[in-house]
């Protein structure tokens, strides 16, 4: 069965700094890849996803992701946050049409 | 891409009653998915809401706790029954479009405290 590890439950950022959420997966096929935003009180929002092709994705929000197939990492990046991206982020690999997700990072944005 | 509404919102209940959480599709999806999110934690996932029959539950939920309806392709409710404090959570339903591998798109979520 597959899993997803984040290993960060809670991450402080300077906003402007950079930003790198870290995601390590198990599954024993090609995985397809996803990040999710969920802001207070909101539902999930898809950042970007990888099922094939060019490792790192680009996504929506300024945001990045790189496939290590190697590592069996796929860890989300960001050049410069923004108060604003201040929230809960959730990877998940996708089997069929199943979702596992980690347990999340809660990002905070300090000013 | 899909656009997914859940009602209610939110809501406080008693303990013992029932609530049902309806979720509308603006589009025809495959499947539709029920999931839990209790305070501070990931997604569970709940069951997968079968259109025309019975869902399919994951282990540790069950259908008289959590019965669900799918009548059709942009619809499906989720009750829970006989709640109590525990089932305070938030409850997130998704669905994905025919073809896609595995992407969801998600509700907004219904928070349920139960007193």
């Known amino acids: 069965a597959q899993s997803v590890t984040q290993p960060d439950i809670h991450i402080t950022v300077s906003e402007g700094a950079s930003l790198e959420l870290r995601c390590n997966y198990s599954?024993?096929?090609?995985?397809?890849l996803f990040w999710y935003v969920q802001s207070p009180g909101q539902g999930l929002q898809l950042l970007l996803k990888?099922?094939?092709?060019?490792?790192l994705v680009q996504g929506i929000k300024g945001f990045e992701a790189e496939f290590k197939r190697s590592q069996s990492s796929f860890n989300l990046r960001k050049p410069s946050v923004h108060w604003s991206d201040a929230a809960e982020y959730f990877c998940?690999?996708?089997?069929?049409?199943?979702?596992?997700f980690g347990g999340g990072t809660r990002l905070m944005v300090k000013p | 891409s899909a656009v997914i509404s859940q009602k209610p919102s939110r809501d406080i209940c008693q303990r013992g009653t029932s609530l049902t959480i309806q979720c509308q599709v603006d589009?025809?999806?495959?499947?539709m998915f029920w999931y839990r999110q209790q305070p501070g934690q990931s997604l569970t996932l709940i069951a997968t809401?079968?259109?025309?029959?019975?869902?399919?539950?994951e282990s540790g939920f069950v259908i008289d706790k959590f019965p669900i309806s799918r009548p059709n392709l942009t619809f499906s409710t989720l009750t829970v029954s006989n709640m109590s404090p525990e089932d305070s959570s938030i409850y997130l339903c998704s669905g994905t479009l025919a073809g896609g591998p595995g992407e969801q798109f998600f509700g907004p979520g219904t928070r349920l405290t139960v007193l």
């Open positions: 998940a690999v996708g089997a069929g049409n199943m979702l596992t």
């Open positions: 589009s025809q999806v495959t499947m």
């Open positions: 599954y024993g096929a090609t995985p397809y």
């Open positions: 809401a079968n259109q025309g029959s019975e869902a399919t539950y």
């Open positions: 990888y099922f094939s092709g060019d490792t």
